[in-house]
């Protein structure tokens, strides 16, 4: 019942974009069994959507597409020769797709911090025989620091880290303490036993910690590594971009759901395409004319 509810949400409310979806999923939430969940299957691929989860339940609305510009650059740049790291792995969605793209469980490794989303990214491997690596650790710019997250199991996506510029946590949220992982320091144990390969996909959704991770990321990209990251909307500095460019001397371009990515040399230019404060821009950035960064323009 609660699933045939929700469906039937997502299909009367397309004509206003299924907005509200998230207090809908929330409101049944508190009427129904928090263990109520649906498996989607694509082919050998498998994910696990709890009833109750606001984020992940337009999944389950015919016609929906989760960052359609992201699968399109995987779908370009995983095969059985590229490592992928996904920081702040949330559920698993898109280490479960690489997974599956490359074959290897040693070369796909899911990131989380917070102890709600990690036991769900765990279920998710589970039902996929095991198919990527889990760890359990929080990206930041060093490794081995304990940082402090404030959660909240409605809203796992706005998990977030509170130990920046020391300030302290929220005392109304649940916290909870995490030891750090450079992304140079994932990169270099993956590495390790991987003969000839060379080619690295780092995603990155963490929350606000986006600076940090890049600066833990300097070997990553020096030895040609390629970051999916995100631009919030809202944020008009353009924060995140601008230390790509200016401290890393990164190449960076916008990707778009159906055309090629557009190249960033400026904020200002990344700054015309921010129309809607509420929602994130995914961008890719990677050393000058590193060979993935080519794969990733689909340039010879």
């Known amino acids: 019942l609660q699933l045939a509810l929700l469906q039937i949400y997502g299909f009367v409310s397309r004509v206003i974009r299924q907005r509200g979806t998230m207090r809908v999923a929330w409101l049944l ?26 984020y992940y ?14 699968e399109a650059i995987l779908e370009r740049l995983i095969t059985d020769r590229v490592v992928f790291i996904d920081c702040g792995a949330n559920n698993g969605y898109w280490s479960v797709y690489a997974a599956h793209k490359s074959g290897h469980p040693e070369r796909v490794v899911a990131i989380e911090a917070t102890s709600g989303p990690f036991a769900r990214l765990e279920e998710n491997c589970r039902l996929n025989n095991y198919s990527f690596r889990t760890l359990k650790r929080a990206i930041y710019s060093s490794s081995n620091t304990d940082l402090v997250f404030v959660t909240n199991p409605k809203r796992h996506t706005a998990n977030t880290c509170v130990r920046l510029e020391g300030k ?86 916008l990707l778009q759901i159906s055309s090629p990515p557009i190249r960033i040399d400026d904020i200002r230019k990344l700054r015309q395409y921010k129309s809607n404060p509420r929602r994130g821009y995914n961008l890719i950035a990677s050393k000058p004319g590193c060979p993935i960064l080519k794969r990733a323009l689909d340039v010879d």
Not at 29 to 54: E, I, M, P, W
Not at 57 to 70: A, D, H, K, S, W
Not at 184 to 211: A, P, S, Y
């Open 57 to 70: 339940v337009p999944l389950l609305f015919q016609g929906f597409n989760y960052e359609f510009e992201i």
């Open 168 to 253: 302290p946590a929220d005392s109304r949220r649940d916290r909870e303490e995490v030891k750090s992982i450079a992304i140079d320091d994932v990169c270099d144990d993956m590495l390790r036993d991987q003969d000839g390969i060379d080619e690295i996909v780092v995603k990155i959704d963490v929350e606000g910690v986006e600076i940090e991770a890049f600066q833990g990321a300097r070997r990553t990209i020096e030895r040609g590594g390629l970051l999916i990251y995100e631009d919030h909307g809202k944020d008009l500095s353009c924060r995140n971009t601008e230390f790509l460019l200016k401290q890393l001397q990164a190449s960076v371009y």
């Open 29 to 54: 939430g508190q009427q129904f069994r928090q263990s109520n969940s649906v498996v989607l299957s694509k082919g050998d691929r498998r994910f696990k959507v709890y009833l109750n989860d606001a």
